[in-house]
């Protein structure tokens, strides 16, 4: 009796189970966790026998076949057209009477898939997508199966070639995204299309494949298995069962708040549940107003975005959930809250990321420049659409890229998709949303800025080596703040698209000037773009940041305006620093406190307040940090509190007991000596003429000279004054005086005067000396670092002692970051280690950019800089009171805002000068 009854349970269990979708990778699961099939390539490296290939992978990556960047179908095709692999394989036995799918989460480009010699269906074309066949009748159930599958390069359909093989990125082939088999009951749920609202409203339409009767169960529960609101139920008519609810108390999913819940369905059957899946779902409403904005859960939304290839220098497009979340991560660092598939849809784990992190989706159907036809592309809008439509991360749907749209394919998108998300043209004026690629800063009569319809660039400020990306954003974006039909952008692009080729070394190959545009380098180095997008693109602003020091009277008050669009400022956590510097790197905290977040609704300013010691005054500088709910820091901010007179002043050595310096004189020069330095002043242009510790020559010279303007030398006289000696030339024309004062300490100071005329548009302004690059070690400095600036991408950098070893940098092309060539802003003083004697070089007057040499850009075939070129000013060090802009790929600098424009001087002639002590030898 007791057994009896035990089955009894038993059966009742069984009937309560559901029986959900089994998995069985045939290959592995992403570039790091792969699985060797058979495989033989036709043309190129390795090509005509068997030998093994790790899946997923693209065969380029793998020693076989060729590598290509842009068009690889047409003029001078590439060899390797066809791709054959080979894999055994066991299916449980216990997966009888079930439907089993083969899936291919993506192949390039056409692809024959057979079991056991015959074929599973027609040959998928598209290489982006992820496709599947019913091989239930193929399969021999507990024994081995062959798998045959045979990757063509090129499709039999020259849309498809024109839509995914002439494009600007690298082309790849073979399988790149992993393969499994699917088991589910026959009758079963074949698939969800949903729309789950930010006010609780909940909609799906359950789709069921192998039988007209029964039941669908949905209900939602939180991640952590608690389930939220009632059972939702629909009966299946006509192979789908439409569920509808309404569920309180829902917290809407958005970038700031990415909140996810877990929804379940259940098919059953006569009471008995037979088959069963899940989502992850996000309670979210999307809505593009025409003329108005775009609209997140009832909420006017600026996306702050850039354009992602899924890329990695080893594996090419084969990805990882790991590298889904390093880049999701990077983004959040820079306070972006978007990002657009470029030009394909991505890994689904990249999906799952951005639904976890919180980020905006544009996801695209492939089409670079031309579109596919509408039938071969009316499958893969389903595909895609299906794969994805779940995801609240997801905003708009792109049918295509720069004139890669098929019209007809348009009114598909809301055929799969139960949330009708926007459809949008990259590059048109479509739909309502003006998407323009690559406009001119203020751009255009009837259009973006001064059009009616909402904007927003899907391409813009293209990067190149490094320029664009965050050169030329803060124009843009104060511009887009200002502008309410502004509905954000996304820069091009988030990554240098660099890939290690076995055939060149190892080298990492960015196809000359075609795919060095990343923020960041191929294994996610960090430009400067960086960190000046992180600050442009922080979701609090404080109006103090636009200055560089602090004001005596400043009373620890720090205005702050709320730049999220939903979040209240009451959330951050705010900490304060009062710092020292001393000659070693780094500095010393001398005070420090945290501040209470002001409660500051979105898109409104408060203040908070740090309790500052008596003796801040005395303190070199305040640093401010911002942090986010969960711990990120939004922003670290700085401000000088001593001036650059105070810290020369500070850094003065002692002058000796007894001494004083000597001055002698020979045709040529006057010859300043104290202790074992000793300096030679041209007497014909006043300028240095060589620099000596002992024997020992620091081969600094021929300055301090003008970098632009006239200098006629009129004057010059010597003397001791004081136990120094003294040198001053008087000129005519732009430079006014060079005074020398060689002191008994053995600090060389110079101090120089000049002017420009007034109201006259300049470029770098300030002063040069020649010294011989290679001679260089490293560089310490207090100043704003560690990256070098432009004049039109002055943020990121913030107040530090930085040091920084030599290195001969191309940004885009080498990936030693930060670079050590090129402008260095605000330096109070700077430090040069060298092969010969140190030199430290300290100024006394505020905003001066200290100039390291000059960028070596890139040079050959396919590697011509364009607008990213700069004309550095004559000379090796300069001291400068204007530097110069970077332009982007497609624009010089003044075309892209106010910052790249050339600097015009004041209406009224004024002087600068400037003092720099010049020490040599520890």
């Known amino acids: 009796m007791r057994g009896l009854l035990c089955c009894v349970l038993w059966a009742l269990c069984r009937l309560c189970m559901a029986d959900a979708t089994q998995v069985q990778y045939l290959s592995g699961t992403d570039k790091d966790h792969r699985v060797d099939w058979e495989f033989m390539v036709n043309g190129g490296r390795n090509s005509g026998t068997w030998k093994t290939i790790p899946v997923p992978s693209n065969w380029e990556m793998e020693g076989f076949g060729t590598y290509r960047y842009y068009s690889d179908w047409q003029d001078g095709a590439a060899p390797d ?25 993506g192949a390039m480009t056409d692809t024959l898939v057979k079991i056991n010699g015959q074929p599973a269906g027609p040959v998928h074309q598209g290489g982006f997508y992820e496709f599947r066949y019913d091989v239930s009748a193929l399969l021999k159930l507990g024994a081995d199966n062959q798998l045959e599958v045979t990757v063509d390069r090129y499709s039999a359909d020259a849309s498809v070639n024109r839509a995914e093989r002439a494009g600007d990125f690298w082309m790849f082939s073979g399988i790149y995204r992993p393969v499994w088999l699917e088991a589910k009951p026959q009758h ?25 009767a029964g039941k669908v169960v949905a209900r939602v529960f939180t991640l952590d298995g608690k389930p939220l609101g009632a059972d939702m139920s629909a009966a299946v008519a006509d192979g789908k069962a439409h569920v509808r609810g309404h569920l309180d108390g829902v917290s809407p999913w958005s970038a700031e708040s990415p909140q996810r819940y877990r929804v379940r369905f259940q098919l059953l059957d006569g009471g008995r549940v037979t088959h069963e899946t899940s989502k992850v779902i996000g309670f979210r409403t999307v809505e593009l107003r025409k003329r108005d904005g775009l609209y997140v859960n009832g909420v006017k939304v600026r996306l702050k975005g850039s354009n992602r290839h899924s890329i990695w220098p080893t594996s090419g497009r084969t990805t990882s959930k790991v590298l889904s979340y390093l880049d999701a991560k990077l983004m959040k660092d820079m306070n972006m809250n978007a990002v657009r598939m470029s030009h394909y849809p991505p890994d689904a784990h990249f999906l799952d990321v951005a639904d976890e992190l919180g980020l905006y989706v544009i996801d695209e159907l492939t089409g670079w420049q031309k579109a596919y036809d509408t039938g071969v592309a009316t499958p893969l809008v389903k595909e895609l659409v299906q794969r994805d439509q779940h995801h609240p991360s997801i905003i708009f749907w792109a049918n295509g890229n720069e004139g890669g749209f098929n019209l007809e394919l348009d009114r598909l998108y809301p055929m799969w998709d139960a949330q009708q998300r926007p459809v949008i043209h990259p590059w048109a004026n479509f739909g309502g949303i003006d998407t323009a690629h690559y406009p001119t800063y203020d751009c255009c009569a009837t259009s973006l800025f001064h059009g009616r319809d909402v904007f927003m660039p899907t391409e813009f400020l293209h990067g190149l080596y490094d320029g664009g990306a965050g050169a030329g954003l803060d124009d843009w974006w104060r511009a887009m703040l200002a502008n309410p039909l502004s509905a954000g952008g996304f820069i091009w692009s988030f990554v240098d698209e660099g890939i290690v080729r076995d055939d060149k070394g190892g080298m990492v190959d960015v196809a000359g000037n075609q795919a060095p545009d990343g923020i960041l380098g191929p294994y996610r180095e960090k430009e400067g773009s960086y960190y000046a997008i992180k600050k442009i693109w922080s979701p609090v602003y404080l109006p103090l940041a636009e200055l560089s020091s602090l004001a005596p009277t400043f009373d620890g008050g720090i205005v702050m305006e709320n730049r999220y669009d939903f979040s209240n400022l009451n959330r951050l956590k705010l900490s304060w620093k009062l710092v020292k510097f001393d000659a070693g790197a780094g500095h010393t905290v001398v005070a420090q406190g945290s501040a209470k977040a002001p409660d500051v609704a979105a898109g409104m300013r408060g203040i908070t307040r740090i309790a500052l010691p008596q003796d801040w005054a005395r303190q070199d500088a305040l640093y401010f940090t911002a942090m986010d709910a969960g711990g990120r820091e939004i922003y670290t901010w700085s401000w000088m509190i001593s001036s650059a007179e105070k810290v020369a002043l500070r850094m003065q050595p002692e002058r000796p007991a007894a001494g004083a310096a000597r001055l002698t004189e020979s045709a040529d020069s006057f010859l300043l000596q104290a202790g074992t330095v000793s300096a030679a002043i041209d007497k014909a242009t006043g300028y240095l003429r060589e620099l000596k510790k002992g024997d020992v020559v620091a081969p600094l010279s021929n300055g301090p000279r003008l970098v632009a303007g006239s200098a006629t030398f009129k004057s010059i006289q010597a003397a001791v004054e004081g136990g120094d000696v003294v040198v001053r030339a008087e000129y005519a024309g732009n430079l006014h005086r060079i005074n020398w004062r060689l002191s008994a300490a053995g600090t060389l100071s110079v101090n120089y005067a ?42 990121g950098v913030e107040f530090d002692v930085w040091d920084k070893a030599y290195n001969d940098t191309v940004s885009g092309l080498s990936w030693n970051y930060p670079e050590f060539k090129g402008f260095h802003d605000q330096v109070y003083w700077a430090r040069l280690a060298t092969a010969d004697v140190p030199l430290t070089f300290i100024n006394h007057a505020d905003d001066i950019a200290l100039r390291l040499f000059t960028p070596r850009e890139a040079s050959g075939e396919g590697a011509e800089p364009k607008a990213t070129h700069v004309d550095f000013p004559p000379g090796d060090i300069s001291f400068l009171n204007a530097i110069l802009p970077i332009g982007t790929k497609f624009h010089a600098p003044d075309e892209m805002g106010p910052s790249g424009r050339r600097a015009h001087t004041p209406n009224l002639g004024i002087w600068l000068e400037n003092t720099i002590d010049i020490v040599v030898g520890d």
């Open 81 to 105: 057209k066809t791709g054959i692999y080979r894999y055994t394989f066991k299916v449980p036995a216990d997966w009888r009477g079930k439907r089993i799918d083969i899936v291919f989460g």
């Open 188 to 212: 079963n749920i074949e698939r969800v299309s949903l729309d789950a609202k930010h006010n609780g409203d909940f909609d799906a339409d359950v789709f069921i494949d192998g039988g007209q």
């Open 754 to 795: 000049y002017s420009v005329e007034a109201g006259k548009q300049v470029d770098a302004l300030g002063v040069s000396f020649d010294y011989p690059e290679k001679q260089v070690r490293s560089v310490r400095w207090l100043g704003r670092g560690p990256y070098r600036v432009w004049k039109n991408r002055r943020q």
